[in-house]
C-alpha cells in the first residue's frame, strides 16, 4: 500500500518541484493544495499519511491551517509537518508546540527530501522524538 | 645672640600671619583666571618679605637678618615667573630704599631666593609635588640665604655670620618648610574641590539613573535622573528612603532581591527588566548593580545604574523580523530554482546534451552556494545576537563523528575523497549539544574535502589529551594554509585568495560560525598547516566525567589498554553497527571507508584484527587482503569477513584464506562477531610469537633481530613512552627489555605490562635485584650477546601458549 503524501503551498512552482521530489520514492503517492482552505477538503477526502504544510500562506496560513486539521474528527489524526524557510529557533519551537510532526527547512535539496519525509514518518513510527 | 633668635620667632609669627592672609585672599579671587591668582600670590608674597624686613634688628650698621627669602622662593615655587617676578621687584626695591651697607648683599640673596624656588618650579613640572620637593626646597633656599653672607665685605661677613648664621639658616629652613606645606595643602584641597565638581556636574547631567545606597537598601546618594525616574521631587527627598517607600510592595521586593544577591557576590550583576517611565511610557531598562566599596574595601552598599534601553530593544526585534522576512523572501524563490535545478542535474527529466548538462550544473552548484550563504548569514546573526540555543546533554561522541562523516558523502563523491575514522578516545563523552558539534564538524570536514587533492583520504580523529581533554582532529593532505592569511583565518569573509570563494564555492562565514559554537560548547578551535602538507584543525572539548562501569567479566583490560579493530567498510550505517557491537566486547575501533585508507592506517597503527567487507565501495577487498598479506606491518592480521555474499566470496580465497577467522553475513549476528573476538582474544589462532624489544640502540636491534629469525613478529620500541603505546596497542608474548632508556627506566614499563607477560632484561646495567617471577632471565650486555639472548628466547617460546605456524608470507 502506498503512502499518501499532501503537500500544501501557495507557490505553484514549489508545489510542482516538491510533487516531483517526493515521488522518485516509488513508495508515495503524492497531491498537492494550492491553499489551507483547499487542503482541508482534499485531506478530508482524500485521507492522506502526512500532510506537509507551507507556513507563509495568503488567507488561511500553515498553523491555522493545522489547527483546522486537528480539529475536525476526519482530520484530526493525520500527522503534519511544515516545510518552511523560516526555521529561526523560536519558531519551530512554536511549530512543534502547534503539534507538527517535524520540519523541514526550505530551499529543500529536491533528491533528499523523500529521504527526508520517509524519516520523519518513520521516527514517528518508532516514537523517536524529533530535532 | 637672644634678640636675633627674638627677632626670628617675630618673622615666623608673621609667616603663619601671610599665610592665613593668603588662603582667604585665595579662596577670594577662586573664580578669577591661573595667571590673576600667580599675580596674587607674588604681591601677598611680597608683602611679607617686605614686612619681614621691616621687623628685622639690625645687626651691624646696614645689616639685617630675616626670612624674605623663604616668601620670594615660595612664591617663585607656587606661582610661577609672575608671581617671582612681583615678589622680587617688591622685594628689592624695599631692600635698597632702606640701603645700607648690606643693601647689595641682599638684593643678590633675593635674587637667589627667586632663582631657587623657579628652579625647583619648573623642575616638578606638570608632576604632583612630593614632601622631599618641600624639604629640598627648604634647604636649597637656606643654602642660598648662606651664599649671601659671603658677598659681604670679608670681615664684617665672618663677623655676622658668627652671630646670626645659625639662628638665619634654620629658620629659613623652618619657615620655607611651614609655608611650602601649607601652601601645598591648600593647592590639593583646591583641586579636590575642582574634580568634586567636574564628578558631581557629571552624575547631575547625566540622563540615565545612578545612585548608591547602604546595604540595607536605603539611598546614600542619587543624580537628579534617579529622583525623576522615582517620582521624587528632588534628590534630598530620596535620601534616607528605600524602594518601598516608592514601589509597590512586590516590585520594591524584587529590585531587594537582587541588590542582596550582588551585595552576598560581590560581583557586578546586570539585569535587563521592563520598566514604567515617569511621562507613564513603558519600556526597558539596563540595571547594572556594583558592590559599593569602603576604603578597606568591605561592602558597605550598592551603587546601581539604569538605562533606557527601549530603543535598542525595539531596533533589535525589528531586526530580528527583517531577518525572517528577508530570509523567507530569499528562501523562497531559492527553492524553487534549486529544485528544478537539483531535479535536472539529477538527471530525474532525463539525459541531457554534455554542454547544457554542464551549465545546468553551473547553475545548480551557485544555487547550493546561495543556500548555504543563508544559511550562513542567519547563523551568524543567531550567534551574534545570542539567540542560537545550545540544548547540552551528555553525548557520546562516537555516534556524532559518524553522522557527520555520513553527511559529508554529498561533497566527497565528486572528488572521490573518502573519510577515515581514527577513534583512540572509545566511549569519550562530552557534555554539549550535538547538533552543534555535529554542525562544526560537517563544516571542518566539508572544508577539508574542498581542500583535498582528488582521491585523498581525510583523516576525522577522536584522541583524549591530559587534563581530561579530548581532541576531535579533522586532518586533511591539501596544500595547507598560507602564512599571511593564518592570522584571519576565523574573521567573518576571510578567504585564503579571493579566487577560492569561486573555486572552492565557501562563504567565508563557516569557520567564524564553527569558533563561536565551539567556544560556546565551552571548547577551543585550533588548527596546524604545513604549506604542501595538509592541514588539522582540532576541536578541543573538556570530556565528560565517566561515571563507574562494570567493565565485561570475559576479558579483563584496562580501558585504555583496550585492543583495537579495524572496520573496513564504506556503508555509514554497517561501520556504526559494527562500532558498537566491538565497543561492546570492550574493542577500540578505527573505520577506513575504502581500501586507501585502510592501506594508510594499517600501515601507521597496530590492529589486533580488522573487519573486511568483500565488496568495498565497487573496489575488491580481496585485493586488499592480498596487499596486507605482502605488506611488511599488519602482515598477519586476522581478518573477519563481512560481506553480503559470504559463501561465494569465500570460494574465491580459498587457498589464501589464512588468517581469516570467520565469515560474517550481513547483517551481523552479534553472536557470531563475538565468537570470532574470542578466538582471537584467546589467541586459539595459529601465529608467529609477539615479541616487543625494548631498546635504544639501533645495532643491538638488528642483531637481535637476526639472531631471532623470521619465526618471531619482532616489534620494536626505542623508548620508554614508545614501548608504552606498544603495549597500549597490542599484546605481547614477551619483551626483552633494556634498562636505561633515553626517557627513563626500563624497569618502568613492569608495572604498565599485563601480568601474564614474560619479560628478559637484556641491559648494560648490572642488576642482582629479584625483579619478580615474569622476568625469566636477567643478561647484563657486555657478558651475554644478543645471539644468546635469542637462543633463550626460542628455548623458552615453547613453554607459551603460542604455536608457532610454519607459514609466512608468500608461502
Known amino acids: 500500500m502506498p503512502t499518501k503524501i499532501l503537500y500544501v503551498d501557495d507557490e505553484d512552482d514549489i508545489r510542482e518541484i516538491a510533487q516531483i521530489s517526493l515521488e522518485l520514492e516509488p513508495q508515495f503517492e503524492v497531491r498537492s493544495s494550492a491553499s489551507g482552505s483547499r487542503a482541508l477538503v482534499d485531506a478530508a477526502e482524500w485521507q492522506p499519511d502526512l500532510v506537509l504544510l507551507d507556513v507563509m500562506m495568503p488567507g488561511m496560513d500553515g498553523p491555522e491551517t493545522l489547527r483546522q486539521l486537528a480539529a475536525s474528527a476526519r482530520t484530526a489524526a493525520i500527522p503534519v509537518a511544515f516545510v518552511t524557510a523560516r526555521t529561526q529557533t523560536h519558531e519551530v519551537v512554536r511549530y512543534r508546540a502547534m503539534g507538527a510532526i517535524g520540519v523541514i527547512a526550505k530551499p529543500f535539496d529536491p533528491m533528499a527530501l523523500a529521504k527526508d519525509v520517509k524519516r520523519l514518518l518513520q521516527e514517528r513510527g518508532s516514537g523517536r522524538q524529533l530535532l | ?811
Not at chain 2, 562563504?507 to 578551535?525: C, P, Q
Request: hydrophobic share 45%; glycine share 8%; with cysteine.
Open chain 2, 1 to 811: 645672640m637672644g634678640t636675633i633668635w627674638q627677632s626670628l620667632l617675630a618673622n615666623l609669627a608673621l609667616v603663619s600671619i601671610f599665610l592665613v592672609g593668603w588662603d582667604i585672599i585665595s579662596d577670594l579671587a577662586r573664580r578669577t583666571s591661573r595667571k590673576v591668582q600667580d599675580l596674587l600670590l607674588g604681591a601677598v608674597m611680597a608683602g611679607g618679605a617686605i614686612i619681614s624686613m621691616l621687623l628685622a634688628m639690625p645687626i651691624a650698621s646696614g645689616f639685617i637678618v630675616d626670612l624674605r627669602s623663604a616668601f620670594i622662593a615660595s612664591a617663585a615655587f607656587f606661582g610661577g615667573w609672575r608671581a617671582a617676578a612681583i615678589a622680587t621687584l617688591c622685594a628689592i626695591a624695599f631692600r635698597l630704599y632702606l640701603g645700607g651697607a648690606g643693601a647689595w648683599p641682599g638684593v643678590t640673596g633675593i635674587l637667589i631666593s627667586a632663582a631657587v624656588g623657579l628652579g625647583y618650579h619648573y623642575a616638578i613640572g606638570g608632576r604632583r609635588r612630593k614632601s622631599v620637593d618641600i624639604l629640598g626646597l627648604g634647604a636649597a633656599v637656606a643654602a642660598g640665604s648662606a651664599i649671601g653672607f659671603m658677598l659681604f665685605p670679608s670681615h664684617a661677613g665672618l663677623e655676622i655670620f658668627k652671630q646670626a648664621g645659625l639662628p638665619l639658616l634654620s629658620f629659613v629652613f623652618v619657615s620655607q618648610i611651614i609655608i611650602g606645606v601649607l601652601l601645598d595643602r591648600q593647592w590639593r584641597r583646591r583641586e579636590l574641590a575642582e574634580a568634586n565638581l567636574i564628578f558631581s556636574a557629571m552624575v547631575r547631567e547625566l540622563p540615565d539613573c545612578l545612585n548608591v545606597k547602604d546595604s540595607q537598601g536605603r539611598f546614600i546618594a542619587a543624580n537628579p535622573a534617579t529622583a525623576r525616574f522615582m517620582r521624587a521631587g528632588s534628590v534630598d527627598a530620596l535620601i534616607g528612603k528605600t524602594d518601598f517607600d516608592f514601589f509597590p510592595t512586590d516590585l520594591a521586593e524584587k529590585f531587594r532581591q537582587d541588590e542582596v544577591s550582588t551585595l552576598e557576590r560581590g560581583e557586578t550583576v546586570r539585569i535587563d527588566q521592563p520598566a514604567v517611565f515617569p511621562d507613564e511610557r513603558k519600556g526597558w531598562i539596563a540595571t547594572l548593580k556594583a558592590p559599593f566599596r569602603d576604603e578597606a574595601g568591605r561592602i558597605v552598599g550598592i551603587i546601581t545604574y539604569n538605562r533606557d534601553v527601549t530603543e535598542q530593544r525595539r531596533a533589535a526585534q525589528l531586526k530580528n523580523e527583517f531577518i525572517s522576512t528577508v530570509s523567507h523572501e530569499l528562501r523562497t524563490p531559492l527553492t524553487s530554482i534549486r529544485g528544478s535545478l537539483g531535479l535536472i542535474a539529477a538527471g530525474v527529466t532525463g539525459a541531457l546534451p554534455p554542454k547544457a548538462a554542464n551549465l545546468v550544473k553551473i547553475a545548480h552548484t551557485n544555487s547550493e552556494r546561495l543556500v548555504h550563504l543563508i544559511n550562513d548569514i542567519l547563523d551568524m546573526e543567531k550567534i551574534e545576537s545570542g539567540k542560537m540555543v545550545f540544548q547540552v546533554t551528555r553525548t557520546a561522541l562516537r555516534p556524532v563523528l559518524e553522522q557527520a562523516i555520513a553527511g559529508s558523502t554529498n561533497y566527497m563523491s565528486e572528488k572521490q575523497i573518502r573519510i577515515a575514522l581514527m577513534d583512540d578516545a572509545p566511549r569519550a563523552e562530552a557534555v554539549l549539544d550535538p547538533d552543534r558539534l555535529h554542525q562544526v564538524l560537517a563544516n571542518l570536514l566539508s572544508n577539508a574535502i574542498k581542500f583535498s587533492p582528488d582521491g585523498e583520504t581525510v583523516i576525522l580523529r577522536l584522541q583524549r589529551q591530559p587534563g581530561r581533554k579530548l581532541r576531535i582532529s579533522v586532518i586533511d593532505r591539501g596544500s595547507g594554509i598560507p602564512d599571511t592569511f593564518q592570522d584571519q583565518i576565523f574573521e567573518k569573509f576571510a578567504q585564503a585568495d579571493a579566487s577560492n570563494t569561486r573555486s572552492k564555492g565557501g562563504t567565508g562565514l563557516g569557520l567564524s560560525i564553527a569558533k563561536t559554537i565551539v567556544e560556546k560548547l565551552g571548547g577551543s578551535l585550533s588548527f596546524e598547516t604545513g604549506e604542501g602538507t595538509g592541514t588539522a584543525f582540532h576541536v578541543d572539548l573538556l570530556e565528560a566525567e565517566r561515571p563507574p562501569r562494570p567493565e565485561p567479566a570475559v576479558i579483563v583490560r584496562k580501558r585504555d589498554n583496550r585492543l583495537r579493530v579495524l572496520i573496513c567498510e564504506d556503508e555509514a550505517d554497517i561501520s556504526a553497527v559494527l562500532a558498537m557491537l566491538l565497543d561492546a566486547e570492550n574493542f577500540t575501533s578505527d573505520v577506513a571507508p575504502d581500501i586507501a585508507s585502510a592501506k594508510t592506517l594499517l600501515r601507521t597503527r597496530d590492529y589486533v584484527a580488522m573487519t573486511l567487507d568483500i565488496k568495498l565501495a565497487g573496489e575488491s577487498g580481496i585485493e586488499l587482503f592480498r596487499h596486507i598479506r605482502a605488506s611488511a606491518t599488519n602482515a598477519d592480521i586476522p581478518v573477519i569477513v563481512i560481506s553480503a555474499v559470504a559463501d561465494e566470496t569465500r570460494r574465491s580465497l580459498n587457498g589464501s584464506a589464512i588468517g581469516i577467522v570467520d565469515w560474517l553475513e550481513k547483517p551481523v549476528d552479534p553472536d557470531r562477531l563475538h565468537a570470532a573476538l574470542e578466538k582471537i582474544v584467546t589467541r586459539k589462532l595459529d601465529r608467529r610469537p609477539n615479541i616487543l624489544h625494548v631498546e635504544d640502540d639501533e645495532g643491538v636491534l638488528t642483531v637481535m633481530s637476526e639472531g631471532l629469525g623470521p619465526d618471531v613478529c619482532i616489534s620494536s620500541a626505542r623508548s620508554l613512552v614508545q614501548a608504552q603505546e606498544a603495549i597500549a596497542l597490542q599484546r605481547f608474548d614477551l619483551v626483552i627489555l633494556d634498562i636505561g632508556l633515553p626517557d627513563g627506566s626500563g624497569l618502568d614499563l613492569l608495572k604498565d605490562l599485563p601480568p601474564e607477560t614474560p619479560v628478559i632484561v637484556f641491559s648494560a646495567v648490572e642488576l642482582d635485584q629479584n625483579l619478580g617471577d615474569r622476568v625469566r632471565a636477567i643478561m647484563t650486555k657486555t657478558k651475554t650477546s644478543e645471539l644468546d639472548v635469542a637462543r633463550l628466547v626460542k628455548n623458552l617460546l615453547p613453554t607459551f601458549d603460542i604455536h608457532i605456524h610454519a607459514t609466512t608470507p608468500g608461502e
